[in-house]
């Protein structure tokens, strides 16, 4: 296993009177892709958005590089190379596809290159560049929340379900642009439902239930142990497309 880029040590989260987030202990390995996985209600968004600052930890420690993020705001995580792509997409859909690309770069003008190099794996993006953003489908808009974390090169990037509801053949497109993502030195941890689309990319997995870590290790282990899929996620991987 490679070095970790980032590390959660004892996190624990609040939100008002709830705690969600127990002990959180856990690596995401530089250069990999790490899946977070587990039941509904089981912490994984509120650990993303703990790793971004969005809500603090009221205990523990996140670390980047040496960095302790859970002292710093959103913004200054963002300034490391973090990139956060939301459930909810998060884009603006009153503006065009192009603009809101244009918002995501840091200079207010998306590198050609890398726009080209993001067209590869996301050509509906390309297609309707001046078209407002509203007026594409579900699965165009999470191609567009994506790339729009893709803009400008990332250290980190944190994905929360990616292929939720999306059509098989844009699922796809996503294993192939989180590829080169990754072979392009992105690190990346995502949340998600679709365990076949976790086998398939996944270098380590993380798996939670009722806001601690239940499991970590390799996600090829995980794959091989059906047993331990039924007792961890109550299901097997192959079980769910």
Do not use: C
């Not at 995501?104 to 590869?120: C, E, H, K, Q």
């Not at 949340?191 to 270098?203: M, P, R, T, Y």
């Not at 090829?220 to 497309?241: F, M, P, Y």
């Amino acid at each position: 296993m490679k070095l970790p880029l980032l590390k959660l040590e004892g996190v624990n989260t609040h939100i008002g009177p709830y705690h969600i987030l127990y002990g959180i202990d856990f690596e995401v390995p530089e250069g990999e892709l790490t899946m977070l996985l587990g039941r509904n209600g089981a912490g994984k968004t509120t650990t993303l958005r703990t790793i971004m600052g969005m809500w603090k930890a009221s205990a523990g420690k996140v670390i980047f590089e040496g960095k302790i993020l859970s002292e710093m705001t959103t913004p200054q995580i963002g300034n490391l190379g973090i990139a956060y792509v939301p459930e909810n997409k998060g884009i603006f859909t009153d503006l065009t596809v192009r603009e809101n690309m244009v918002l995501a770069a840091r200079n207010g003008a998306p590198d050609s290159a890398r726009l080209d190099w993001i067209f590869t794996y996301m050509p509906a993006l390309k297609k309707f560049w001046e078209q407002p953003s509203g007026l594409l489908s579900g699965g165009q808009k999470q191609m567009l929340s994506i790339a729009r974390a893709m803009v400008e090169p990332r250290r980190l990037l944190l994905v929360d379900e990616p292929s939720k509801g999306l059509a098989p053949a844009i699922v796809q497109n996503l294993v192939e642009a989180f590829k080169a993502m990754k072979q392009a030195g992105t690190t990346i941890l995502v949340v998600e439902q679709n365990f076949n689309f976790a086998k398939s990319l996944g270098d380590t997995v993380v798996v939670m239930d009722n806001g601690k870590v239940a499991h970590r290790g390799t996600m090829a282990d995980l794959a091989a142990n059906e047993a331990l899929q039924h007792k961890l996620l109550g299901l097997s991987l192959d079980s769910h497309q």
